[in-house]
């Protein structure tokens, strides 16, 4: 597959280009600026691409099958990059692939983002950008899959995770194990219009991805 990557220089995008390196698929990395492309390119990117979620990115779009979404403002944003990007580009994303023709659609989305009012107080605006992103998708007649992990940690991935469809205990997941579940999401013909969450665990990537 010819596969689209926004946010592919943030920490989980650079690790999913990492483990892309040695898949079958063809990587466009979309970037915000000209001097990261080289060293995306030596991650494992096939292509860069200039874009930016706050405007169209059909152009740098072109010829894709697929879609993996894991960007993010960041907690030193404020609240309204969160809605400019997690929320509205995102969604911005989602309505031009659809227009596009590009059927496949992965999002980085967060546990919790189920039911935002549940979550806690400083952290309910940007699940609901989350929750809003997800509804989106799930309502666009993409063939989507929703991910979402727990906390993130910078650790090394152990490659082992529990998945399910219900979220359970908030437990934390290395970025790196992220970046593996979306490669074998993307593989596997089980994750087709479904959303799972993702903490470490005991069950290799691909088998716990495979039994969803
Ligand atoms: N922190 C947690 O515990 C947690 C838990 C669950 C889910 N998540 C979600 O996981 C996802 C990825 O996390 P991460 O740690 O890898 O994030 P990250 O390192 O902050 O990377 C975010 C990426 O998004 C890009 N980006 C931001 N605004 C953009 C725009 N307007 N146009 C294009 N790209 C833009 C950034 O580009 P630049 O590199 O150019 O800045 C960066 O590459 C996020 O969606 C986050 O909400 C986080």
Redesign the pocket.
Known sequence: MHVFI????????QHLLREMANSDHEVRA????PD?GPELQQLGATETVL????KDCSEAMKGCDAVIF?????PHTGPEKTTD??QN?AIRLIDTAKAMGIKRFVI????GAEEPDNGPEKLRHYLQA?HNADEHLKNSGLNYTIVR?G??TNDEGTGKVSVSVRPEEIGKIP?QDVARVLLATLDADTTGDSVFYVVSGDTPVAEAVAKL
């Open positions: 926004a946010g592919a220089n943030g920490q989980i995008g979309m970037i915000r600026h990261q874009g930016d979620l706050e894991a960007a993010g403002s960041g990007v997690d580009g980085v989305s967060s546990i989350k992990p906390q993130l970025r």
